[in-house]
């Protein structure tokens, strides 16, 4: 990166840290300068991850948490009052593939909990505690191109999403004031150790070849993204939806 954004003294909340994209989201502002509080239910995954952090020199502690569950959300924020808070990414996030003709009521309301509901709560959270300090801040809602444009047997993240992404925008308008800004990153297909075996399979590389870039993105490729979003350089920008997705969205039909 030829660039450097600087986030020292900034303190970052990212939930779903435990692993897949929230798990770079906390190492890349943590190298960028920020402390991070990385959160999820998986808190062996989060001390190893908190670890790697400060062996690499930055500052990280892992904090249990359940987006899905309100005392978890209210007694997290009740331990990172105390140390404030400038950033939060909200990443948590899950999915069910699966034809709506066979979506179940459970899996409909887990994904819809956790992505929409979930997101909700916590930069509600997360909004409150920054008008309370009274020097403002940012919010990053991880949705998805799936939010702006569908496929096929994702009905319940695509409706998460599309969620998030409009959540987005009504908590930007109404927190401005308060110089809390809150946008959507929204990547396209990412490399992950989930999905790599899907996408070496002949269906995952017929789904590249429609990529314009004709590859799938690496988690590096969504960081200048982030950073604007959370620093100085990106002040500006509120109610934005950005989508990092290697052209994607503007493929055609």
Same mark, same amino acid.
């Given at each position: ?35 991070? =509080?990385?959160? &999820?239910?998986?808190?062996? /995954?989060?001390?190893? !991850?908190?670890?790697? %952090?400060?062996?690499? #020199?930055?500052? @990280? ?11 978890? =959300?209210?007694? &997290?924020?009740?331990?990172? /009052?105390?140390?404030? !808070?400038?950033?939060? %990414?909200?990443?948590? #996030?899950?999915? @069910? ?23 909700? !709560? ?132």
């Amino acid at each position: 990166m030829a660039f450097r954004i600087a986030l020292d003294g900034h303190v970052a909340l990212v939930t779903g840290a435990s692993s897949g994209l929230g798990r770079h989201f906390a190492q890349v502002l943590a190298q960028a300068g920020a402390t991070v =509080i990385v959160g &999820a239910r998986r808190i062996n /995954a989060l001390n190893d !991850l908190c670890g790697k %952090i400060v062996d690499g #020199g930055g500052q @990280a502690r892992a904090l249990p948490l359940d987006v899905t569950d309100r005392a978890s =959300i209210e007694e &997290a924020f009740s331990d990172i /009052a105390a140390g404030g !808070l400038d950033i939060l %990414i909200n990443n948590a #996030g899950v999915t @069910a593939t699966k034809s709506v003709l066979d979506l179940s009521e459970s899996e409909w309301d887990h994904v819809i909990d956790t992505n929409l509901k979930g997101s909700f !709560l916590v930069a509600q959270a997360a909004a409150r505690l920054m008008k309370t300090q009274g020097r403002g801040g940012a919010i990053v809602n991880i949705a998805s191109i799936l939010g702006l444009r569908v496929a096929g047997h994702v009905a319940a993240y695509s409706a998460s999403k599309a969620g998030v992404v409009q959540l987005t925008k009504s908590m930007a308008l109404e927190l401005a004031r308060y110089n809390i800004r809150v946008n959507a990153l929204c990547p396209g297909y990412i490399a992950t150790e989930l999905n790599q075996n899907f996408f070496q399979s002949e269906a995952g590389q017929a789904l590249v070849r429609r990529i314009p870039q004709r590859r799938l993105g690496q988690p590096a490729d969504l960081d200048g993204a982030l950073l604007l979003l959370c620093s100085k350089a990106g002040s500006y920008i509120t109610g934005a939806t950005l989508a990092v997705d290697g052209g994607h969205l503007v493929s055609s039909l």
